[in-house]
T-cell receptor, first 116, second 114 residues
């Protein structure tokens, strides 16, 4: 069965600090997809990134970067020079290609608070 | 295209009442998913449709929960005889059939059962 663990339930940083959100996953499939979503107070889940299991290259998008390591089953998310607007709950999620429905399995989320 | 729309945004109901939520997905998206999110937790999958066919419903929480997508466009999620434990955010998401690309989520319906 698939499982996603986000061990950090809450992180508090001061603006301009770098912060890394951890995500560890479990799956038996060789083909799967990993996602990160941001959930601001408004409640809507905002898509940030999708990565497939065959692509271990790290990705950078502005202040955001992702580190995918299959050897440790981790898909960590780093925000560089954090800003107050980054305050939200962040979810890591997994979808297995062999699962007909491709439904997402979410971790418990990490609440990030960025203080001015 | 205005994204995934969910109505109502908030619903307060008395225990024992029936409630129905609506989701309007992105028009070209074949697949529609319902998730439930309780306070402090990640979303939990409930059911999904491919066009009008409900292909997975074993994860609906009880037989009080049902969902429909009669014409393959909008979907409704009904909870009968609501209980306080049903209080949660109900999220709808849609995506195209091919590939495994990012799902688009709605803003959710927050249900409070008093």
């Amino acid at each position: 069965a698939q499982k996603v663990t986000q061990a950090q339930t809450e992180i508090s940083v001061v603006e301009k600090e770098d912060v890394t959100l951890d995500c560890v996953y479990e799956t038996r499939d060789t083909t799967y997809y990993l996602f990160w979503y941001k959930q601001p107070p408004s409640g809507e889940l905002v898509f940030l990134i999708r990565r497939n299991s065959f692509d271990e290259q790290n990705e950078i998008s502005g202040r955001y970067s992702w580190n995918f390591q299959k050897s440790t089953s981790s898909f960590n998310f780093t925000i560089t020079a954090s800003q107050v607007v980054d305050s939200a709950v962040y979810f890591c999620a997994l979808s297995e290609a062999d699962n007909a429905g491709n439904m997402l399995t979410f971790g418990g989320g990490t609440r990030l608070m960025v203080k001015p | 295209d205005t994204g995934v729309s969910q109505n109502p945004r908030h619903k307060i109901t008395k225990r024992g009442q029936n409630v129905t939520f609506r989701c309007d997905p992105i028009s070209e998206h074949n697949r529609l998913y319902w998730y439930r999110q309780t306070l402090g937790q990640g979303p939990e999958f409930l059911t999904y449709f491919q066009n009008e066919a409900q292909l997975e419903k074993s994860r609906l929480l009880s037989d009080r929960f049902s969902a429909e997508r009669p014409k393959g466009s909008f979907s409704t999620l009904e909870i009968q005889r609501t209980e306080q434990g049903d209080s949660a955010m109900y999220l709808c998401a849609s995506r195209v059939l091919q590939g495994n690309y990012g799902y688009t989520f709605g803003s959710g319906t927050r249900l409070t059962v008093v």
